[in-house]
């Protein structure tokens, strides 16, 4: 059971070119997220999808976009990179444990933007 | 608006005991989180509360009071593995999860 799986782990990118960062899930969840967390800060939400075919955007969706085509994958693009994307992206899918509702993360992918 | 404190760093011994404070205000309640994350790792639930009063995990508990808009992560008998960062986190109205910054804790012989 390989839980919430990212690829890929590390990346740098110069400032104007795209990437694609792929979320996988095997727990048959709904409800996926995309994060981002740089120093200091918590983690802020860029996107979400309730299922298959939505998402809808979160606190900091300027300069990304989302698809989720199949329930187990959450993509999240970056059209032309900025050094302030510089971060580490967490995907979270969110299911029930017993009776609480538990966000489960992936390893995260490191991204540097020069 | 919303918003979730806690201290940056805090330093313990091993063997003793440390309790990490988290204040929030949220657009709703919906329960208070408590993840870990070790450095250059993943988060991973800890604990949650949605009612007053104290859940015990084993070494771990966490406390809740919903009239101060107050929790706490107690962890005992500290180890070195404890050496990690604890993120609060507080579920809003619309069921997302607001984060604070994490406590860095630091475990020292």
């Known amino acids: 059971n390989a839980g919430v799986t990212q690829t890929p782990k590390f990346r740098v990118l110069k400032t104007g070119q795209s990437m694609t960062l792929l979320c996988a899930q095997d727990m048959n969840h709904e409800y996926m997220y995309w994060y981002r967390q740089d120093p200091g800060m918590g983690l802020r939400l860029i996107h979400y999808?309730?299922?298959?075919?939505?998402?809808a955007k979160g606190e900091v969706p300027d300069g990304y976009n989302v698809s989720r085509l199949k329930k187990q994958n959450f993509l999240l693009g970056l059209e032309s990179a900025a050094p302030s994307q510089t971060s580490v992206y967490f995907c979270?899918?969110?299911?029930?444990?017993?009776?609480?509702?538990?966000?489960?993360f992936g390893a995260g992918t490191r991204l540097s933007v020069l | 608006g919303q918003n979730i404190d806690q201290p940056t760093e805090m330093t313990a011994t091993e063997g003793a005991i440390v309790q990490i404070n988290c204040t929030y205000q949220?657009?709703?309640?919906?329960?208070l989180f408590w993840y870990q994350q070790h450095a250059g790792e993943a988060p991973t639930f800890l604990s949650y509360n949605v009612l007053d009063g104290l859940e015990e995990k084993g070494r771990f508990s966490s406390f809740l009071s919903r009239s101060k808009g107050y929790s706490y992560l107690l962890l005992k008998e500290l180890q070195m593995k404890d050496s990690a960062s604890y993120l609060c986190?507080?579920?809003?109205?619309?069921?997302?999860?607001?984060w604070g910054a994490g406590t860095k804790l630091i475990i020292k012989p």
């Open positions: 949220t657009s709703g309640f919906n329960g």
């Open positions: 979270a899918s969110r299911g029930l444990a017993g009776e609480v509702d538990i966000q489960y």
């Open positions: 999808s309730v299922g298959e075919g939505t998402t």
């Open positions: 986190a507080s579920m809003d109205s619309n069921y997302q999860l607001i």
